[in-house]
């Protein structure tokens, strides 16, 4: 059961991330626009909270997956860890993790969320140039 959970998690955070790339343009990184990033004036952060939380998901399945009920719908920790100690350990490992993807994503989409008209791409599409260097007309 924690697989599809965990697939649905990834799936939704690599949409979020494509928006944020798409938002921010990272591609085309000048001097200004990565000093405000590194200050914190623009929102292209989010873009980079949306990695590490992709990071942190990505970390979190084999957890999810020794933690989370068997095929067979039985959820016995007992059984999977040889100590109390281990289980323990594990379990707020994963506590842990869970909370840092959770305030990475609500962080990120908090910061998207502020700049609601912010559309890099859509400007430097729009100052495109042919291969002659002529501006193209949209």
């Known amino acids: 059961m924690s697989v599809p959970i965990n697939c649905t998690f990834y799936i939704l955070i690599v ?3 494509v928006a944020a790339f798409d938002k921010y343009d990272v591609s ?3 001097r200004p626009c990565l000093l405000k990033t590194c200050t914190l004036q623009s929102g292209a952060v989010a873009a980079i909270l949306h990695v590490a939380a992709l990071c942190v998901n990505v970390s979190l399945a084999p957890m999810d997956d020794r933690l989370g009920p068997k095929t067979n719908g039985t959820f016995d920790l007992q059984r999977d860890f040889e100590t109390e100690a281990e289980k323990n350990r ?3 490992t994963w506590r842990v993790l869970a909370i840092v993807r959770a305030v ?6 908090f910061i998207v969320a502020l700049c609601p008209t912010t559309d890099r791409l859509s400007k430097n599409i729009g100052k495109t140039e042919n291969i002659w260097g002529e501006n193209v007309e949209r």
């Open 104 to 109: 990475l994503l609500v962080v990120a989409w």
């Open 90 to 92: 594990h379990l707020a």
């Open 15 to 17: 949409v979020c991330t």
């Open 28 to 30: 085309k990184v000048t």
